[in-house]
Structures are given as C-alpha cells and as structure tokens.
Nanobody
Framework: VQLQASGGGLVQAGDSLRFSCSVSGRTFSNGAVGWFRQAPGKEREFVTGMRWRGGGPYSSRSLKDRFSISRDSAKNTWYLQMNRLKPEDTAVYYC????????????????????WGQGTKVTVSS
C-alpha cells in the first residue's frame, strides 16, 4: 500500500495551495482519510480528516476556517485545500488513511492511522 502526496512547495503568505494524495494497493472506501502536519521543532499535529463514505470532516479548531478536506472517489484521491496561508503553516504535511471508519476522537491521534504518505513540505514566506 502506497500513499503518494503531491502539491508542496514555496508560497507566500496569503496564498492558497492544494495537496492531493492518492493510494495504490488498496482503497479506504470503508475507512477514513486525513492530513497531519509537523512543523520544525514541533510535534505532529492533526489537521483534518473524514470518513470516506461520509462523516466529517473533522478539523483542528485552529485550522478549520482555512483548511478543508475533500475526496474524489473515482480517482481514489483526497485533497487538502489550504487558504490564506501563514508563515506558521510551514511544515511537512502527511496524508493518512485507515481501513477503519475512525470515530472523531480517534482521528486526532496519529497512532490511529495505519497508513501514511511520505510527507510533502510547504514553506510559507512572509
């Protein structure tokens, strides 16, 4: 099973950016998908997640007004839309998936997710 994320790069504060994540080897059609991030020197942080068949999205309270998740069933791909980016959004972003339909509280924990992408970095300049 491989999760392949794309979309990182260098952007300016206020810009928007969208990450995509595709999975090969299996699907999460009965499970959940989401995104985490890890900023330099900080712990990994839950960004947002959703159940593939519905339920959610569930998002970090501090990010939900700017970040959103969506998915395309036909492409077996999910996305992280990030708007009004700030320098503090600089981080490595990881897409995650699980075959279980996680409850909301579980989504916030990195240990709940069994499948991780390789991480894609975004740097937001001021």
């Amino acid at each position: 099973v491989q999760l392949q994320a794309s979309g990182g790069g260098l952007v300016q504060a206020g810009d928007s950016l969208r990450f995509s994540c595709s999975v090969s080897g299996r699907t999460f059609s009965n499970g959940a998908v989401g995104w985490f991030r890890q900023a330099p020197g900080k712990e990994r942080e839950f960004v947002t997640g959703m159940r593939w068949r519905g339920g959610g999205p569930y998002s970090s309270r501090s990010l939900k007004d700017r970040f959103s998740i969506s998915r395309d069933s036909a492409k077996n791909t999910w996305y992280l839309q990030m708007n009004r980016l700030k320098p503090e959004d600089t981080a490595v972003y990881y897409c995650v998936g699980d075959v279980s339909s996680l409850i909301m509280s579980s989504m916030f924990s990195a240990e709940s997710w069994h499948y991780w992408g390789q991480g894609t970095k975004v740097t937001v300049s001021s």
